[in-house]
């Protein structure tokens, strides 16, 4: 679920979401169309392509003590911006929220992610856990005013009509499935003091169950984080969120309600590092 699908910065929440309907005989997304059998002149040419391609391979293995030579550390690529460090983000939690972030561009980059995880979640629903996220995620100045909004927001009439109780909880026989995925981050801007870190999702929301009139289905979007570095963490000070980008949608089936429902029970989330 995306947070903007009705409200903006202030942290609206949607729930409305959309079922996407693969039509049948279908063409190729790509203009492409299937060929039919190839002729002898078509082999004749894949053979040589082989054998061409073989060649080269050869070619390109012979003599690798030269390449040092001819090119040093200097030549290789650079890491791509999303590409994983291998460094632990934090070391500790509170209220199952991950904590004491680096005092770094790459610790911004990883609290970006795991607040993104938490600000679209099931969580952020219920009264009863709201305040202790706002409590962790945002910096001082900005919770009370943030609580007021996410209530107006969040209200029993909202949450009705995505089938939960006032305390944000499904139906009997229901799971309801909010669950983020950071793809990859980037620091648009970034000092000792503030940062500006794009997080990339993608993400389920729905709700699970057999007689569900909204049912899970799947989202991209990506989050603009406005960080602050505040009592040796980094916080956040506001955010806002745009569709996309999103890739063409696989071939997959879809999994039943209860096949659903018992993933998100089984499966836990993560704790995410740039």
Not at 114 to 139: C, H, M
Not at 152 to 166: C, E, N, R, V
């Amino acid at each position: 679920m995306s947070l903007g699908d009705e409200h903006e910065a202030s942290g609206g929440y949607g729930g409305t979401g959309q079922t996407r309907t693969r039509l049948p005989g279908g063409g190729d997304v790509y203009g492409g169309a299937r060929r039919g059998g190839r002729s002898s002149r078509s082999l004749v040419t894949v053979v040589g392509v082989v054998i061409l391609l073989i060649a080269a391979i050869a070619f390109a293995n012979r003599g690798g003590d030269d390449s040092s030579s001819a090119g040093g550390a200097e030549d290789k690529p650079e890491t791509a911006a999303t590409a994983a460090t291998g460094t632990k983000p934090v070391q500790s939690k509170t209220s199952d929220i991950p904590t004491g972030f680096a005092h770094d561009e790459q610790g911004a980059q990883s609290a970006a992610a795991n607040y993104a995880t938490v600000l679209v979640s099931a969580d952020i629903l219920k009264p009863a856990r709201r305040g202790e996220i706002l409590q962790q995620v945002f910096v001082a100045n900005q919770r009370a005013s943030l609580q007021e909004r996410l209530n107006a927001a969040y209200s029993k009439d909202f949450l009705s009509k995505i089938g939960l109780d006032q305390n944000g909880n499904a139906a009997a026989g229901h799971t309801y499935v909010s669950r983020t995925v950071p793809i990859g981050t980037e620091a648009t801007a970034y000092s000792d003091t503030t940062a500006t870190v794009e997080v990339w999702c993608t993400g389920l929301y729905g709700t699970a169950g057999e007689d569900s009139t909204n049912p899970v289905t799947s989202d991209w979007f990506t989050m603009t984080l406005q960080l602050r570095w505040a009592n040796s963490d980094w916080k956040v000070d506001s955010f806002s969120q745009k569709d996309g980008p999103a890739p063409v949608p696989g071939d997959n089936k879809a999994s039943s309600a209860d096949e659903m429902a018992k993933a998100v029970e089984q499966y836990g989330g993560f704790t995410y590092a740039r």
